[in-house]
């Protein structure tokens, strides 16, 4: 099993060269012109971009070729590189017929479309088949990699709101052009009326896709998203309400309390976090090991330190991609650490989905160039993180600018020059037999308890280990940590 990883990606990476190799000497031979140089860039450049057509066409080379011809011919004709606010007809965005907005239960990002505001109409044709192109251009530069859910709200939409040619285009979009960014089509509340036309794009979306169409009910439709995203008409307690300016794709908001006090001030030392059987780890000063790898796991603040890093051009991110709560009172807070790499000083800003739930101290403020801040992010009232709530760090060199003007630096620097980096939460606590870790927590483990180290602890596991889910668990976890040591290159 160890042996067929290394495989499988050597295998890739082969049909990731030849993919390369026979887009430039079959497709890029018979004319220049016929592509957006850079998406043509991308492509040479850009590994996870074919390894997404090679999956999404089963890994046959022949298929993916197919489609990624018709994909970089559809973004040259629609002009999808150059897409802005001002390239779209302001009433478009002014109908809310399209947008984004909120997350389903897995996390991943809802795409709505409200089929009643749409007529057909073959003047606005095209106009509107370059909205849905900047949506999804724009989500896919924002969160590379990560899927969407679209939502067909389907209530009070008739006869006249149906519209083949653009249900197909959206079809087209997930099928050929943006390929894996379909998480699962929801289609809500349909009428019986509209039967046939679904029936007809069933056809259309093909075997790798027809299993992520669900149609739904009002009360079905809680199976894929929680009520605080559902608005009132489908059930749910979203009080969002669609308005134009500005563009509502992001839901990144200043939390409350900017840069005021978190929940608490305790700075006693938290208890200690119990793990598998009750085996606990001491969270005391840094051992020697420890210091001589640089990787301290005091806490600071009331929350422990983290210890995977998102190496970016102008700050250094901890933690790398989640932020972890656990369920218990003294487990509430977590850090963010950001290390300016910069010769200037930088400013930086957090903003959050969800502000009504965290306290974030500060949210903005400014690093000297080598130094690094400490941001304490806190669980607010009886809040609980979810995998829905997303943090946004922003960070921009000031040239001169100083502290006193933040408001004003971030009004006007432009955004190319502005760094943006992403992460979500997680609870350390799951709902099941077996906690849910991170990858901060189970490195922690590992290393205080060397476990990985000492094979004889799985002889010990069945007095300890009454049920044998928990047998199954350990081995998870000696599997996973082994990935994570790895990884952490300890």
Known sequence: MAQSEPNDEQDLAKKIEETRQRFKNELLQESTEKYDQRDVERLLNDDALVEGYLQWRQQVVDDALKMIDDSLQWRKEFGVNDLSESTIPRWMFETG?????????????????????????????????????????????????????????????GISNID?????????????????????????DMPWIMNAAWKIVKSWLGPEAISKLKFASKAEVLNYIDPEYLPPHMGGTDPFKYSYPPLPDDDFQTPIYDNGPSITEDETESK????????????????????????????????????????????????????????????????????????????????????????????????????????????????QASPQDRFLVMAAEMDGAGSQELAQFWKEVPKNKIMEHRCVTASQYGTGVFPRLDDDLLLLFIRRTHCLTSPLLILCLPPIAVKWKYCISVVLLFVRGSQVISSSQC
């Not at 749409?118 to 606005?124: G, L, P, Q, V, Y």
């Not at 690093?367 to 009232?381: T, Y």
């Open 97 to 157: 017929a399209v947008f984004l907005h909120g997350y389903d239960k897995e996390g991943n990002k809802l795409f709505w479309f409200k089929v009643k505001l749409h007529i057909k109409d073959a003047k606005t044709a095209l106009d509107k088949k370059k909205y849905v192109a900047f949506w999804l251009e724009r989500y896919a530069k924002k969160e590379p990699g990560m899927p969407l859910t679209v939502v067909f709200d389907m209530a009070e939409s």
């Open 164 to 188: 083949m040619d653009f249900v197909k285009y959206v079809v087209n979009c997930f099928k050929v052009y943006y390929p894996k960014f379909l998480s699962k089509m929801v289609i809500v």
């Open 272 to 383: 200690e976090r119990s793990l598998l059987f009750q085996v606990t780890i001491q969270e005391d000063l840094p051992r020697a090991e420890d210091k001589d790898r640089g990787e301290s796991s005091v806490r600071a603040n009331g929350a422990r330190k983290p210890l995977t890093t998102f190496k970016g051009p102008l700050m250094d991110v901890s933690p790398a991609e989640e932020l972890s709560f656990g369920s218990g009172e003294t487990e509430r807070k977590c850090l963010i650490v950001l290390t300016n790499v910069t010769k200037n000083v930088v400013a930086f800003k957090v903003r959050t989905t969800a502000p009504e739930k965290y306290r974030v101290k500060p949210s903005s403020s400014s690093c000297e160039p080598g130094a690094s801040v400490d941001i304490v992010v806190s669980l607010h009232g009886g809040f």
